[in-house]
């Protein structure tokens, strides 16, 4: 009796579609250029700026928005993942028990896209976990509808929008 077993793998696009929702009927969207965006956050890095310097696209939005949620979803290394961002003349608390950064403060939407491409996260575990990060950028108008977008952070690993395929096949003689 002779088992032969053969691995194929090949390299297939994954789906990671930038989100975008809306809690009223008002089209009110954004996305982030070249979206998914990733970056790769290497070894000798302690913080990268999560989103791309080219602003993201507004569809739809007011001429005042009153504030950012920008979010760690489900962080691998918890309290060691934080999020920063300098922005005058706005509060900006960081919540870590929950993984997330307040922004608020009226002011337009050239604003609030300029706070975005300002914001950093932090990973000071030792090792970190390897893996991509989902950071989610929710903004919100006058009401409290808003809209979400997210980018993600590589650690450990190339930036890809590829994943390994493996099929197994077992012939039995």
């Known amino acids: 009796t002779t088992t032969t077993t053969t691995t194929t793998s090949t390299e297939v696009e994954t789906t990671t579609d930038v989100v975008m929702e809306t809690t009223d009927m008002s089209p009110f969207a954004f996305m982030f250029p070249n979206s998914p965006y990733t970056v790769e956050m290497f070894p000798s890095q302690n913080s990268v700026v999560v989103a791309p310097s080219e602003p993201a696209m507004v569809t739809g939005a007011p001429d005042q928005l009153i504030g950012m949620y920008v979010t760690i979803v489900n962080p691998s290394d918890g309290l060691f993942e934080t999020l920063s961002v300098s ?35 932090f990973n000071s575990a030792s090792p970190r976990t390897n893996g991509r990060r989902e950071i989610e950028f929710r903004i919100f108008r006058a009401g409290g509808s808003g809209v979400t977008a997210s980018t993600f952070v590589d650690i450990g690993g190339t930036a890809s929008t590829t994943t390994t395929a493996s099929t197994t096949t077992s012939t039995t003689t």
């Open 87 to 121: 922005a005058v003349g706005f509060s900006v608390i960081y919540h870590p028990d929950l993984s997330y950064l307040e922004i608020t403060g009226g002011a337009s939407v050239e604003s609030y896209l300029t706070i975005m491409t300002r914001v950093m996260y």
